[in-house]
């Protein structure tokens, strides 16, 4: 029941917010498929450069979409609105309070990569997203969602949310598997780039989309970075209600 309250306070504030939603999920992945996937005619590993960064600006419209719509709102509950004190002392467990987050989020993040897909849909790429594709968008977008749980709560004030967002997720944004591949990285640093989540999250939705199926070793990574993240978030609130 505290999921579903959780989900439909998501819910409330999506539909307030729709336009504003929409416009900032499509504004930053048109301008990076114009730029660099139609201003610069080239390819990569023998097909058009546009087949490649399709899926990596899915994969990176996912993890935007869900980390922004938790961290900075968790963090103004938190640290301003008090909110987290209501929870403390509502009937509502505090693990369904932090799946709902996350759920939420991942939702909102699928919502921003299924535009980029309806987008790009009259562009003749010979690319296939499936119900797999969309699973992987989920499962990234949880990944991250909880990301931004974790990061709502480290944020000692309100500037410290974008100052995690420039150490975190601007990097990965740009190294990891999004807008050139990071087959030709040193060894060692492509080793941890590609174990980073985006990463896992391109590479599983290019596959897909070209026909090569999926890596189970993908989801479990996914996976794994969702139970930890999950189980520090869990930490944090309980640690909190201690207190």
């Not at 900032?24 to 301008?31: G, V």
């Amino acid at each position: 029941m505290g999921i579903l309250t959780i989900l439909w306070e998501k819910w409330v504030e999506f539909r307030r917010d729709f336009y504003k939603i929409t416009l900032a999920a499509m504004i930053a992945p048109l301008m990076y498929l114009v730029v660099f996937g139609l201003g610069i005619q080239t390819s990569s590993h023998g097909e058009p450069y546009l087949n490649f960064l399709i899926p990596g600006v899915v994969a990176l419209t996912t993890m935007n979409g869900s980390f922004n719509a938790i961290a900075q709102n968790l963090n103004v509950q938190r640290l301003y609105e008090k909110a987290f004190d209501q929870i403390m002392i509502s009937p509502t467990p505090l693990w369904q309070f932090i799946l709902g987050q996350i759920i939420g989020g991942s939702l909102r993040g699928l919502y921003a990569g299924s535009i980029i897909l309806l987008l790009v849909m009259p562009i003749s790429t010979g690319l296939v997203f499936n119900a797999m594709s969309i699973f992987v968008m989920f499962l990234n977008g949880a990944v991250f969602s909880a990301v931004g749980v974790v990061v709502s709560f480290l944020a000692k004030n309100h500037a410290d949310v974008p100052r995690f967002s420039n150490y975190i997720i601007m990097p990965m944004a740009y190294l990891c598997n999004t807008f050139f591949s990071i087959d030709r990285m040193p060894t060692g640093l492509r080793e941890v780039i590609s174990a980073l989540p985006l990463s896992q999250a391109s590479s599983l939705l290019r596959s897909i989309a070209s026909g090569q199926g999926w890596s189970a070793s993908g989801i479990v990574i996914l996976l794994v970075y969702l139970a930890v993240l999950t189980g520090i978030s869990l930490s944090f609130i309980y640690k909190k209600q201690n207190m």
